[in-house]
């Protein structure tokens, strides 16, 4: 089950893609690995304009592993994260292959 997590902005929204990298997604993985993430990935545009400005791909189990690790304990902690990087809000996308 694979969910994608995306951002939404202009040239001037605040998104600090190293701290996303190398803090946020870490944050994810030690949160939601214990429910069944198995893995994350961010992507981000070639070039800085408005629309879209990162995608955060999350790879879970199944989805009994999705929709525990989004309603666990550690939600807070994980959104509470978000200020420090962007002043997007995040929106979340299931994608089922077909």
Same mark, same amino acid.
């Given at each position: @089950?694979? %969910?994608?997590? #995306? =951002?939404?902005? #202009? *040239? +001037?929204?605040?998104?600090?893609?190293? =701290?996303?990298? #190398? /803090?946020?997604?870490? $944050? %994810? @993985?030690?949160?939601? &690995? +214990? =429910?069944?993430?198995?893995?994350?990935?961010? !992507? !981000?545009?070639?070039?800085? +304009?408005?629309?879209?400005?990162?995608?955060?791909?999350?790879?879970?189990?199944?989805?009994?592993? $999705? &929709?525990?690790?989004? #309603? /666990?304990?550690?939600?807070?902690?994980? @959104?509470?994260?978000?200020?420090?990087? *962007?002043? /997007? /809000?995040?929106?979340? %996308?299931?994608?089922?292959? $077909?």
């Amino acid at each position: @089950m694979v %969910v994608y997590v #995306t =951002y939404q902005g #202009t *040239t +001037q929204t605040r998104f600090d893609h190293d =701290y996303y990298v #190398t /803090s946020h997604l870490p $944050l %994810v @993985m030690r949160a939601w &690995k +214990q =429910y069944g993430l198995v893995g994350v990935s961010a !992507f !981000f545009p070639p070039i800085v +304009q408005a629309g879209t400005i990162a995608i955060c791909e999350c790879v879970f189990r199944d989805e009994v592993a $999705l &929709k525990a690790a989004f #309603t /666990s304990a550690e939600v807070p902690e994980v @959104m509470a994260d978000v200020p420090r990087f *962007t002043d /997007s /809000s995040p929106a979340r %996308v299931r994608a089922v292959g $077909l």
